[in-house]
């Protein structure tokens, strides 16, 4: 437990703390190129496909017009993708 002097000024430092992140952050933010915005969308729209991909071979499997194991292998590179996206994604986060 903090002091009794701290815990006066814990507001006062949390919210110094605070903006000076934000600062910084929004800095960052400037950094950024716009060839990395583009290299994001373009793997959010690949994963959309993968997606959109599964559900038209579902389709199709329920329908009985692909087989389980074309549909299995399809699932399982939308899974990767996905596992891939959310890893970038975390670590994006994780940078600041």
Same mark, same amino acid.
């Given at each position: 437990?903090?002091?009794?002097?701290?815990?006066?000024?814990?507001?006062?430092?949390?919210?110094?703390?605070?903006?000076?992140?934000?600062?910084?952050?929004?800095?960052?933010?400037?950094? /950024?190129?716009?060839?990395?915005?583009?290299?994001?969308?373009?793997?959010?729209?690949?994963?959309?496909?993968?997606?959109?991909?599964? /559900?038209?071979?579902?389709?199709?499997?329920?329908?009985?017009?692909?087989?389980?194991?074309?549909y299995r292998n399809v699932?399982?590179?939308?899974?990767?993708?996905? /596992?891939?996206?959310?890893?970038?994604?975390?670590?994006?986060?994780?940078?600041?």
């Amino acid at each position: 437990m903090l002091p009794e002097r701290s815990q006066k000024h814990c507001p006062v430092l949390c919210h110094a703390f605070v903006t000076e992140i934000n600062t910084k952050l929004e800095k960052k933010s400037h950094i /950024r190129s716009r060839s990395m915005k583009k290299v994001e969308s373009k793997a959010y729209k690949e994963l959309l496909a993968e997606i959109r991909q599964k /559900r038209k071979v579902h389709g199709m499997w329920k329908e009985g017009q692909a087989t389980w194991e074309a549909y299995r292998n399809v699932v399982r590179a939308c899974r990767d993708a996905t /596992r891939k996206a959310k890893a970038h994604l975390e670590l994006k986060l994780a940078k600041g």
